[in-house]
Nanobody, 128 residues
């Protein structure tokens, strides 16, 4: 079983930047595809970004493409989300998640049901 702990959330003005981190425990992290999701109040959880275990392929939601960057450091058992040019609509609780191994990440990377471990989330609030 893997445990995921997010950090780095906070309050930022529109146009600002934040960097989120997700620390993972477990022997398989270096071979796990990972993702970031977010959930705003009253809305469903939505996909933000995902990265293969090798770090050579990334996938992004259209709403964050060009502004957010996902990365990982397998030596540190960590995955990151750098968020730039933040907008008020980016306000949400952000979760990192481990992808199951039932299919390559390129198949439905945005589908939450294909992730089997989730962190507790970190709040990101963007003020206008």
């Amino acid at each position: 079983q893997v445990q995921l702990v997010e950090s780095g959330g906070g309050l930022v003005q529109a146009g600002g930047s934040l960097g989120l981190s997700c620390a993972a425990s477990g022997r398989t992290f270096s071979t796990d595809d990972m993702g970031w999701f977010r959930q705003a109040p009253g809305k469903e959880r939505e996909f933000v970004a995902a990265i293969t275990w090798t770090g050579d392929r990334m996938y992004y939601a259209d709403s964050v493409k060009g502004r957010f960057t996902i990365s990982r450091d397998n030596a540190k058992n960590a995955v990151y989300l750098q968020m730039n040019s933040l907008k008020p609509e980016d306000t949400a609780v952000y979760y990192c998640a481990r992808r199951t191994r039932t299919a390559p990440l390129g198949i439905a990377p945005a589908e939450p049901s294909r992730y089997d471990s989730w962190g507790q989330g970190t709040q990101v609030t963007v003020s206008s």
